[in-house]
């Protein structure tokens, strides 16, 4: 999985905020909130990655365990799973 281009992650008052930029800036409207969490497996999967590699790189970047990781990253995946969002 991918997220497409046409997104940018910046950190605002604190927030991770993701918006639309360029052509994409017309078909999606709004911004998209991220806990730290979330904006490290965004940026994560600003490259071609599998969940099973993004699992791995939560558990080295964060004090979870295997099911927690990988029930986060399951829910990411599924609510980015949108043609708006991925490749």
């Given at each position: 999985?991918?997220?497409?281009?046409?997104f940018?992650?910046?950190?605002?008052?604190g927030?991770?905020?993701?918006?639309?930029?360029?052509?994409?800036?017309?078909?999606?409207?709004?911004?998209?909130?991220?806990?730290?969490?979330?904006?490290?497996?965004?940026?994560?999967?600003?490259?071609?990655?599998?969940?099973?590699?993004?699992?791995?790189?939560?558990l080295?970047?964060?004090?979870?365990?295997?099911a927690?990781?990988?029930?986060?990253?399951?829910?990411?995946?599924?609510?980015?799973?949108?043609?708006?969002?991925?490749?």
């Open positions: 999985m991918k997220i497409k281009e046409g940018i992650i910046r950190q605002v008052g927030e991770n905020i993701v918006v639309p930029i360029g052509k994409t800036g017309k078909d999606f409207h709004g911004m998209i909130k991220l806990n730290d969490s979330g904006a490290f497996l965004w940026r994560f999967f600003t490259q071609d990655h599998t969940e099973e590699e993004a699992v791995a790189a939560l080295n970047e964060y004090e979870v365990d295997e927690t990781a990988k029930a986060d990253v399951a829910a990411f995946v599924k609510t980015l799973n949108d043609p708006r969002f991925v490749d």
